[in-house]
């Protein structure tokens, strides 16, 4: 379904995440025709650029991570007419008046941030000085929100300077994606699944995030992070919120955000023992943490398992496992939740005891999976063994399952569509810190040195014995 007519201006549209992400994604919204004829895109960032300059760089991009496309064909030809570009200072006055000409006002109006936080509050304030966002416009920003609390206000409040909260779309593009929102149906749509979503019947629940490729190439930014502020505090976070919220009473953006928000303030503090950070060492397929951040001193994780609990009625006792590294065995991201096992089992003891496991799997092949036990086929008695109820989206609903708009894609038009269900809320953000700081204020203080791993395996071994200790195993990362 096309959405209204729009004006996107990309800040940042030369960079990276813009040519990568960005503006393939539209191509593909593009050809799907969900653009109306008259939407335009205008670039605007540093480079000396014209309109022509932009269209070949962004011809280039859609060639270089799209295959099979070329700037040559037509389709990506008229796609390049919709683009226009602006080169503008973000802390200056060069380019601003240009914009404010270039941009409509009688269209819905949206203006992506794609470059670094310390420009978010010059560009807000700019665009208001200007007049160039009209009321009803949409600024979206981009990770990382913030590395730590304090940092998380203040960009909060340079954006609040400008515009109003409905107005703010902050991007995790982990909410983007098909299953994540398949969650929330499987969940809230079938009477199969909420009676059992609780302390009662649900051992624990495993969300990982598993990484093959390393820091290399961008080292510095990461060791001034980490993978609790780059992954655990957002991405991680927020597919908890996902598997553990109360119902919201509509699928509208406050009653769900209402919801996430109560998990996180309901997160207790997090035990030194219940964390388990590591660095990768070199191999033969590359250089160790350390060499790659460019700082063989370095404290900080690559990898981070965690248990983490929830104080409130629906969760009290069932640990939720989170974890997540880079350079592991396979790139796998996945939220898993096991049931408990019958509370008493008829069968003789060597039918072998079994628990129902859901897994929602987020990537390589996105798709939920449900192990249900049955009696192994055949005379040999009543033997029992787990089979999958497999529902990967190819195989169950044909063609239309590869439409799937990545995720950026489907992000970009909820906001221009004025849908910020799967974006975060200020307070959610902030609250998230909340609870990360002092998390990582006591590893800091301890001096906590990560624990060396292997590339190419599942992490370091105290994150196994983590698990064993309590009589739990982690999911095969595959
Ligand atoms: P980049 O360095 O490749 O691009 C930065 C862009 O900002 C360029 O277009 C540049 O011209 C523009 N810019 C810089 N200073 C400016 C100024 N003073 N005035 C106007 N424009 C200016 O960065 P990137 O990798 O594209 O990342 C952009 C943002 O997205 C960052 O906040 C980053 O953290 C975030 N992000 C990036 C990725 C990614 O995969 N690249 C993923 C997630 C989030």
Known sequence: IPVDTFDL???GGTGDLARRKILPGLYRRFVAGQMPEDARIIGAARSDLDDAGFRDMVGDAIAEFMPGQSKTDKTVKQFLSRLHYTAIDARGEAGWSNLAKLVRKDVVSAFYFSVGPGLFGDLASRLQKHGIAQENARIVVEKPFGRDLASAKELNGALAASFEEHQIYRIDHYLGKETVQNLMAVRFANVLFEPLWNAQYIDHVQITVAETVGVGGRGGYYDKSGAMRDMVQNHLMQLLCLTAMEPPARFEPDAVRDEKLKVIRALDPVEADDIVRGQYVADENGPSYVEDAENQDSLTESYIAMKVKLSNWRWNGTPFYLRTG???KARMSEIVVHFKETPHSIFDEDAGSHANVLSIRLQPDEGIDLRVTIKEPGPGGMRLVDVPLDMT????????????PDAYERLIMD??????????RGDEVEAAWAWTDPIIAAWKARGDRPKPYEPGTTGPEDALMMMHREHRRWREIK
């Not at 906001?415 to 975060?424: C, E, K, P, S």
């Open 393 to 404: 989206f190819a195989d169950a609903l044909g063609p239309e399952a590869e439409d799937i």
């Open 415 to 424: 906001v221009i569509r004025g849908n910020q269900t799967l974006f975060m």
């Open 9 to 11: 201006v990309i800040f």
């Open 326 to 328: 880079k350079r592991l």
